[in-house]
């Protein structure tokens, strides 16, 4: 169910404002078109058409709902729905299934209804929100780091990379820890267990000193918290030798997973830093010290945004500014990498791996399921959208599921490992695929024959017709020409082996 060109799809609502309260809906008295626009965003096209009825109600429509929107005229909602209602419905196999029993799992053998937390942060930092998170479908949160050092932000604290759409690519944040006192924190998670009993709470913490992880870990325990998380990782810390401090040194790792390990009966995560060359040392050191699972991963230390006529990088606080954490999903490739490799490591079986690092959608969160990760953790894309996002993502690895077979996402955890190599070394490098032009898409713009000449190997030209036309005694099959194509016109074609 991997939606056919969803760059397309997607470009093609690139003006939506992803609105509250849409006007495009209350506009319309037949579908509902901001549901059906935010599936496309979050490739999550198959759900949206198979909630379509079988009549199409938007063809002899006047499309009142692009009237209605804030954007007047940029966002084709009616194309985009004829197109969900007539050429991605005939595709769907699968229909949508009736429960969510598949997306069942647990964590270190807590049952969880489905494997979508909140990871530690602003977006789980109080009653209300993790409230509201729960009633959206949120199976659980792990609430901002508890501690007892006194929290001052500065303001402002984000900034942001954004695309060609406007959309965040990469964040930056200079946030610590939670400015609740413990106890209120401890309330917090009291009235949030009585409430809503099924949904696991996760305890991010943070200590000074072995005393201090132990009765932070210990009290949580006490209060209501299913699971603790120990924040070894922090890169924003005012003081020295906490957050990504502790987690570059394995020992550290091991003394205080340890502490609070011995003062508690409840699973143990250790939440470890991307800031290092290899994250198996400081997770093996989390086993040793007792650690049940291992999340991963953290921000990642960065720059932002110089500005040319201040000097100051963003975000600029009265002149001045800090290396902060990089989130959102560019930083997911390199999420991926670590979470592989902690996947991968032969020492840390029987841990439960909690992934994050820049899912926003169920595709996000699949790549992580099959790379290892248990449970997936999720931040910006929340800032960015909403809690709302989990309809999406709940939805579209359900259909994936039914559509695989799987009775459990567990079945899915950990099958992309075994075709992942740490080294390029072993790839097989006898077989050229050549890149296939498909005419019928093409508009000549010629981007491709561009970069094959001035960042490949020149087996590209455009004829008299602006038609791409393929030199095979220079075509490596590098595949550039494919990424670079904005009308996604070519794609794999025939194989040559190659002679010695």
Known sequence: MIPIEPDIRRADMVHCALCQSAPCDSACDKVNPAGLLRSVWFQNEQCAAQRLTAENPCLTCSAPCERACVRVGEVPIRDIINRL??????????????????????????????????????????????????????????????????????????????????????????????????????????????????????????????????????????????AVELNFSCPNMAEGGLGSDIGQVPELVERFTRAAK??????????????????????????????????????????????????????????????????????????????????????????????????????????????????????????????????????????????????????AVGLGLDSLSASTDTLERDTVIFPQFIRERCIGCGRCAISCADGGHQAIRLDEKRRPVLNGKKCVGCHLCMLVCPQRAIAPGRKRIKRP
């Open 262 to 411: 011995r003062a508690c009966h409840i699973p143990v995560l250790a939440k470890l830093t991307p800031n290092v060359a290899d994250m198996s040392p400081a997770a093996e050191a989390a086993k040793r010290g007792g650690a049940d699972g291992i999340a991963a991963i953290n921000t990642i230390k960065s720059i932002v945004g110089i500005n040319p006529h201040t000097y100051v990088s963003a975000p600029a606080v009265h002149g001045h500014s800090a290396v902060g954490g990089y989130s959102g999903n560019a930083v997911k490739p390199i999420a991926l990498r670590f979470v592989a490799e902690l996947g991968q490591n032969p020492h840390l079986q029987g841990l439960h791996l909690s992934a994050m690092g820049g899912v926003e959608t169920w595709m996000d969160a699949l790549e992580f399921i099959l790379l290892g990760g248990g449970t997936v953790q999720v931040t910006t894309a929340v800032m960015q959208y909403g809690y709302r996002i989990i309809d999406d993502l709940k939805a579209g690895l359900n259909l994936y599921l039914a559509e695989k077979g799987f009775s459990s996402v567990k079945e």
């Open 85 to 226: 209602h007539y050429q991605v419905k005939p595709e769907c196999e699968t229909p949508i299934p009736a429960h969510e029993d598949r997306l069942k799992c647990d964590l270190c053998g807590i049952p969880l209804e489905n494997p979508f937390l909140l990871s530690s942060s602003v977006v789980a930092s109080t009653y209300d929100m993790c409230a509201r998170a729960f009633e959206a479908g949120w199976a659980g949160v792990c609430f901002k780091t508890v501690c007892t050092l006194q929290i001052h932000e500065a303001s402002p604290r984000f900034s942001a990379i954004t695309g060609s759409d406007g959309s965040i690519v990469g964040f930056k944040n200079i946030e610590q820890l939670s400015d609740h006192s413990v106890a209120e924190n401890m309330e917090i998670f009291r009235r949030l267990k009585a409430e809503y009993p099924t949904k696991f709470i996760l305890a991010s913490i943070m200590g000074q000193n072995e005393a201090e992880w132990g009765e932070l870990a210990r009290l949580c325990e006490e209060n209501g918290a299913d």
